[in-house]
């Protein structure tokens, strides 16, 4: 696999002074490990931009930073989704040495027979899978080809999906990844839902709200 690098600096500004950082162009970001203590960092905008949109959770990145390399993995993205921009990013540093847990995207692939013999729709289950495996050995997604499902009723579980090498599966083999069901059976449950629902909301007691307290207590706050 062809290896990423994402270059970095390390950054002074902290607090509420990282709005300055993207002012800048730079997004502000923190990488930390088990032998690596917070960093504070930031990576240039559009180059970093770039590069996030293609890969996934499980992508082991080589973070330069200042010149050092860090084998890293995204682990959390905080996201502005109106002007889809990064606001800031937390990168977990790890040991292409050590074994790590982390989820992967399950993506499905192949076309599926029940979609053309039948009024059918095939309805996923769990989306991602935890995994246990050498940071290098991490695959990008795991495909899961649909063309099994032949039939009204017919799914594929995590137990029915082979686990790729030096990988292990740490979700439950019973999970459901994609069942075939019935376009009337699923449109008779949403319907279900949508009454239980109404019924309920019907038997809450109703929302008073102190309109006049609410702006004195915004006056005093002033």
């Known amino acids: 696999m062809e290896q990423i690098t994402l270059e970095a600096k390390k950054r002074s500004e902290i607090g509420k002074r990282v709005k300055k950082v993207r002012?800048?162009?730079?997004?502000?970001a923190v990488i930390y490990g088990r032998n690596v203590n917070p960093i504070p960092i930031s990576l240039e905008k559009l180059s970093a931009t770039q590069i996030l949109n293609k890969i996934s959770s499980?992508?082991?990145l080589n973070l330069k930073i200042d010149g050092k390399d860090y084998a890293a993995l995204v682990r959390d993205v905080q996201r502005d989704h109106i002007r889809n921009?990064?606001?800031?990013?937390?990168?977990?540093?790890v040991s292409l040495t050590e074994k790590l847990r982390t989820t992967v995207t399950i993506s499905l692939v192949g076309e599926a027979p029940?979609?053309?013999e039948y009024d059918a729709l095939i309805v996923p289950g769990i989306s991602e899978v935890e995994v246990e495996a050498l940071p290098q050995d991490l695959p990008e997604m795991i495909e899961v080809d649909i063309s099994t499902l032949s039939e009204i009723g017919d799914a594929i579980y995590l137990k029915d999906i082979p686990v790729p090498a030096n990988i292990k599966f740490l979700t439950d083999d019973e999970e459901l990844i994609a069942v075939a069901s019935s376009v009337k059976e699923e449109k008779e449950e949403l319907a279900e839902v949508a009454e239980q629902e109404l019924e309920v909301e019907g038997k809450a007691e109703p929302e008073v709200i102190e309109h006049g307290k609410i702006r004195e207590e915004k006056e005093e706050e002033k």
């Not at 002012?23 to 502000?28: L, M, Q, R, S």
């Not at 921009?85 to 540093?93: I, N, P, S």
């Open 85 to 93: 921009e990064f606001l800031h990013l937390d990168f977990l540093a």
């Open 58 to 60: 499980s992508t082991v």
């Open 114 to 116: 029940v979609l053309k």
């Open 23 to 28: 002012k800048d162009g730079f997004i502000p």
